[in-house]
Antibody, heavy 119, light 110 residues
Framework: EVQLVESGGGLVQPGRSLRLSCAAS????????MHWVRQAPGKGLEWVSG????????GYADSVKGRFTISRDNAKNSLHLQMNSLRAEDTALYYC????????????WGQGTMVSVSS | QSALTQPPSASGSPGQSVTISCTGT?????????VSWYQQHPGKAPKLMIY???KRPSGVPDRFSGSKSGNTASLTVSGLQAEDEADYYC??????????FGGGTKLTVL
């Protein structure tokens, strides 16, 4: 079955760090770009970051640039998001999604992992 | 990086057609044919409905169609059905490895 499963979310204090992971299965992982998209409670979708198949091209939303780092391990079919200096406004459900290329549509989404930033 | 602009709500009766707009700039929607649309039901992950402005993934009913004129893209849902009631989001590539989403439109089937 083609699927993406996120993990690593939880409750964290402002200023601390968290590392999210996304396990991919059922498709050739290194044929695809990968993205992180978040959704704050009751709000819309916000693109966070994307990475090309070979990690050669990476993009970040202005809201997370300099604090978040996206990476992938093609040997382990996994995607990661290292989140540092977390803020209350980073509280959201974080989805990983795949796309044929960085500019292409996100054709498969995981179910998300919840990150709550609060003291 | 500014979000694309969508109307917060839209509605129509069963069998009718409804169109949702998505307005950007010449640096995103108007500059690339990489506009996509996603459907999200409450508590569920988004689902791709339209890619590259007007293409439908396998399994998406042909009642869903997309188009673009200048800096504005549109999603039209024809023959509205109860299960079409959901939130809809547009998205566009914006160059420099950046992707933008719209604020979302809540579609109500009356």
């Amino acid at each position: 079955e083609v699927q993406l499963v996120e993990s690593g979310g939880g409750l964290v204090q402002p200023g601390r760090s968290l590392r999210l992971s996304c396990a991919a299965s059922g498709f050739t992982f290194d044929d695809y770009a990968m993205h992180w998209v978040r959704q704050a409670p009751g709000k819309g979708l916000e693109w966070v970051s994307g990475i090309s198949w070979n990690s050669g091209s990476i993009g970040y939303a202005d809201s997370v640039k300099g604090r978040f780092t996206i990476s992938r391990d093609n040997a382990k079919n996994s995607l990661h998001l290292q989140m540092n200096s977390l803020r209350a406004e980073d509280t959201a459900l974080y989805y990983c999604a795949k796309a044929p290329g960085l500019h292409d549509a996100l054709d498969l989404w995981g179910q998300g992992t919840m990150v709550s930033v609060s003291s | 990086q500014s979000a694309l602009t969508q109307p917060p709500s839209a509605s129509g009766s069963p069998g009718q057609s409804v169109t949702i707009s998505c307005t950007g700039t010449s640096s995103d929607v108007g500059g690339y044919n990489y506009v996509s649309w996603y459907q999200q039901h409450p508590g569920k992950a988004p689902k791709l409905m339209i890619y590259e402005v007007s293409k439908r993934p396998s399994g998406v009913p042909d009642r869903f169609s997309g188009s673009k004129s200048g800096n504005t893209a549109s999603l039209t849902v024809s023959g509205l059905q109860a299960e079409d009631e959901a939130d809809y989001y547009c998205s566009s590539f914006a160059g420099s490895n950046i992707v933008l989403f719209g604020g979302g439109t809540k579609l109500t089937v009356l």
